[in-house]
Each structure stands twice: as C-alpha cells, then as structure tokens.
C-alpha cells in the first residue's frame, strides 16, 4: 500500500492545488483502509485512487468558499520540480500555468480533466472511478476543455532559463526597453500574499503597467534580496531571499519567447516548505 502513496499524494494535489492537503488525504485514506475488510477489496489500487480522488472533490468543494472569502487571489501551492522528493511522483505534477487554469473548473471538472489529460485513464474508467456514466465523462471533459481553452504549451527550458536570466538583469538594470521586448502586450501579474504579508490583490495587465510594477519592486525590495532560479510545476521560477530565507517566489509564462503571465507567491505558508531550499 506505501508504494503508492506517491501516485496517490500528486492525484490528491492537482485535485486540491495544496501539498500540505494532499499529505493529509493520502494519511487519511490509508488509516481508513486499515479497517477495511481486504476480502472485500478487489483491486487495491483502484480502491485508493477511487478514495483519494473522491476525498479531494470533497476538499475541493467545501474549500470554494473559503477561497472565495481569501485576502486577493488564491494561487496554488508550488512545488520545487527539481527537487528530489519521493513524496510527490514529480513528472506526474501539472505545469503552473494549468493549475491555475484548472481553478476556472468546477471540482468535478477538475477531477474527470486531470484523470484523462494528466493520466491517460479512458472514460470507462473515469466513469467507474466517480461513479457516473461515460457520457457524462465526456460531456464533462467538453466543456471542461471550453473553459479552460486546453493548455498551452510550454516553451524549451534552456531557452525559457535565458529569458528570465535576461528578465532580471532588465529590472536590475531599469532597462525598460528590453523589458518591453520581452514582455507580451497584454501581460498579466498575479500575486498571492494571502492576507499576511504585502501583495497585490488585483491582476495587473498590460505591459506598461507591470513595467511600472516591477520597477517599483525592484526600488523597494529587490534591490536588497538575493535570488536564485529553478523549477515550479515544471515552469520556469526565480526564488528571493532576505537573510537566507524564501520570501517570494516569482513562476513565469512563456508564449513565442514572451512572457505572457508572471505568478508572484508570497504566501509564507506556501513556502513554508522552501524557506532555506537552495532550488538549484
């Protein structure tokens, strides 16, 4: 039953958008297991993906109305995709940019989208799994899909690594030109603070006023913090550090060799996890 508690903590995860919960489904699942009679349990794997899957819709849906009530914009919880940790299966761990976009989704949605986009299950199967019938798997796959208009994809990491090497000499410099070479017109920055430290509540779109933004960023705060560059969900990330310790993070989203989206996470129970992590 251990050996799969990775598999089933990344299910719960790209569910819930939170590791933490996603710990805690996975435990939960496993002690409730326990006093299962196993003479009734045909197939263990798909009992627990069954269990863990449904646990997380049921997070998911008394959640919406605590995000709902949140200080700003509520991000998901990033995970250092460079890290080795057994905890989560790493390659299985969505991008960012489709975490975020899996919010416009009802949990349901959520649930049937990751299963067949994120894991290949079939809608025979997904109908088993959330007890509905396969037209209803299809049906809600379809407008999933609308909702989300499908994932984009995602640039080369060398070449994404370059982008944001070269994004940051840009605001250290105050190169505004090159910034504007680099940013997409209608750029969007988005930033959770969670109600406990300084964070913009709003999005911020448009390129001259996220030029604005950064440039302000970097008078007041960036110039006395170090940095250091990673993975996030696969994506691209530069990491800010005050005194050796995570303070933000920034994920960003690339289009034809653009930035299209910045996620700026400054939540400190969000990286909680990556306070003295050196994300390299």
Known sequence: ?????????????????????????????????????????????????????????????????????????????????????????????????????????????RAVFILKEGFDYNHAEIAELLEITISNSRQILKRAKQCIQERRKLAKNNAERELVLKYRNAIKN????????????????????????????????????????????????FSKRSFKYGLINHQQAMFHYEGGVMVSCQIFVFEQDEIANIFFIRNPDKLSRFEHSDCL
């Open 174 to 221: 105050g190169d505004v030109r090159e910034l504007e070479l680099m940013l997409k017109d209608d750029i969007s920055v988005i930033s959770d603070g969670g109600g406990k430290v300084l964070a913009a509540l709003k999005p911020i779109s448009g390129r001259a006023n996220v030029i604005r933004f950064l440039n302000g960023l970097q008078a007041k705060f």
């Open 1 to 109: 039953m251990n050996h799969l508690r990775s598999l089933l903590a990344t299910y719960a995860y790209n569910i819930t958008g939170s590791y933490e919960v996603s710990q805690d489904i996975v435990q939960d699942v496993f002690l409730k297991f326990l006093e299962v009679d196993r003479a009734d349990v045909i197939n263990e794997k798909a009992y627990l993906v069954r269990s863990v899957v449904n646990m997380a819709i049921n997070y998911k849906k008394r959640s919406e109305r605590v995000q709902h009530e949140y200080p700003g914009i509520w991000l998901p919880e990033p995970i250092d995709t460079n890290e080795a940790d057994s905890t989560l299966n790493r390659e299985d761990v969505l991008s960012y940019s489709l975490m975020v976009l899996l919010e416009k989704l009802t949990p349901q949605q």
